[in-house]
């Protein structure tokens, strides 16, 4: 692998950077990386944030083998042996075993770095051993999962999104400005000064209270703000946009204090951040997919908003025998694919009262037949225009009641 040379040249350094992370967030994994630019990333994940199974499940054998438990069969693995320090660098001190993920386009591959000594004319070298397992992962392949029913999922912004979901949720210097990354705008947050500037004006936010209380919400995440002097407020037009949504929604359902609500593709948080703010609901269950059901629960962590009543669920998660009073889905119901559709149709909705869903372009025919299941299963459904409407965007809103 080509990073191996880098690796080499940099020993000493990595070591110390492993070390450091080490000491400051618990054990986890370096992973060594190209970005999009082509440059060498390292990045650290601690094992708490590492969602991938496959890296978690290596990582537990690799423990296991390290106490003597499994036995660690390195025929058929593959070794490579780091340059030795005579005397080691200034301040270096060897970690007892590192755990390093190469990534190189596509491919990946979990070592484990063992810290060795040698005798040399009395002398004592020291080194570290990499081993790697046989099998060659991807450590995206993980997220983009082949359960992956969003149609989104696959594409390169798709892609670029969920690994930017991956770096903020585990990085802090990340997570301070994710929401100005262009590739996680490339799916939330891509609404501009214009569009706030026509919520501002066209809607009567004060109905949500006191318009300042919900800037914090823009303090975390660094997103871009403009300050509307409507409101005399400096906020995120992607806010704006959750604000307005909250808005319409408690236009349609009056009584949602201590009603059940679920969230389908809620995102970072913004909308759940919102709602949380005027409405006292019961429970709230909030569905994404990995990695960024991880950055939503780092989000309202941090604006305090993640407790009790927050429930936070992959869709293999959400609980078997529970019913809500409202389910919510902007733009992310609509983005699924056939199976991830008939998912929620079959086992979700069927457990709702009502729904209040964001869709996307539709063409006649696949709008039809979700209009006709859910005609099936619910008393009256209604469409809506978004308003204010995005020039570039052809969305409308379906309201179901049973
Ligand atoms: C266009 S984004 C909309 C995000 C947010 N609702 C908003 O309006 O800003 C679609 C979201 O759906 C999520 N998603 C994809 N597949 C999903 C699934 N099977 N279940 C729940 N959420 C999913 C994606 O991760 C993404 O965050």
């Known amino acids: 692998m080509e990073f191996i040379?880098?690796?080499?040249?940099?020993?000493?350094?990595?070591?110390?950077?492993?070390?450091?992370?080490?000491?400051?967030?618990?054990?986890?994994?370096?992973?060594?990386?190209?970005?999009?630019?082509?440059?060498?990333?390292?990045?650290?994940?601690p094992l708490e944030n590492i969602t991938s199974t496959y890296i978690v499940q290596r990582l537990r054998a690799m423990v296991l083998a390290m106490e003597g438990k499994l036995e660690l069969k390195l025929e058929h693995r593959l070794i490579i042996t780091l340059p030795q320090f005579e005397d080691l660098p200034e301040g270096l001190e060897i970690p007892k075993v590192m755990y390093f993920c190469i990534m190189d386009g596509a491919d990946g591959r979990l070592f484990q770095l063992i810290p060795q000594t040698t005798k040399v004319e009395d002398k004592t070298w020291y080194y570290y051993q990499m081993i790697a397992d046989p099998t060659i992962e991807e450590m995206n392949k993980e997220h983009v999962s082949n359960k992956d029913t969003w149609t989104v999922g696959p594409t390169e912004n798709g892609k670029w999104f969920k690994q930017t979901c991956l770096l903020a949720l585990s990085n802090d210097i990340l997570f301070k400005t994710f929401r100005s990354a262009r590739e996680f705008r490339e799916i939330i947050g891509n609404e501009n000064e214009a569009y706030g500037k026509q919520i501002v004006t066209d809607c009567d936010l004060s109905i949500l209270g006191d318009i300042r209380n919900y800037k914090y919400l823009d303090e975390i995440g660094g997103p871009i703000r403009y300050y509307y002097s409507e409101i005399d407020c400096e906020l995120s037009p992607t806010t704006l946009r959750y604000m307005n949504t909250v808005l319409d929604v408690t236009k349609h359902f009056t009584e949602l204090d201590d009603k059940r609500i679920i969230e389908i593709g809620g995102g970072y948080g913004g909308l759940c951040s919102v709602l949380s703010q005027i409405i006292e609901y019961k429970k709230y269950t909030f569905v994404e997919i990995e990695p960024v059901i991880g950055l939503a629960k780092r989000y309202l962590n941090e604006i305090n908003k993640e407790n009790e009543e927050i429930d936070l669920v992959v869709p293999e998660q959400i609980p078997e025998d529970v019913e809500w009073d409202l389910l919510i889905s902007e733009y992310a119901f609509c983005e699924l694919n056939e199976e991830g559709i008939e998912f929620y149709l079959k086992h979700i909705f069927p457990r709702v009262k009502n729904c209040y869903l964001g869709m996307n372009v539709w063409e006649e025919v696949r709008k039809t037949q979700i209009l006709k299941r859910l005609e099936e299963l619910f008393t009256t459904v209604t469409e809506h225009k978004v308003t204010p409407e995005h020039p570039e965007w052809k969305r409308y809103i379906l309201v179901c009641k049973r």
């Open 5 to 45: 040379h880098l690796i080499r040249e940099k020993q000493a350094e990595l070591i110390r950077l492993y070390h450091l992370e080490e000491t400051q967030k618990g054990m986890g994994v370096m992973v060594f990386r190209k970005d999009k630019t082509d440059n060498a990333q390292v990045i650290y994940y």
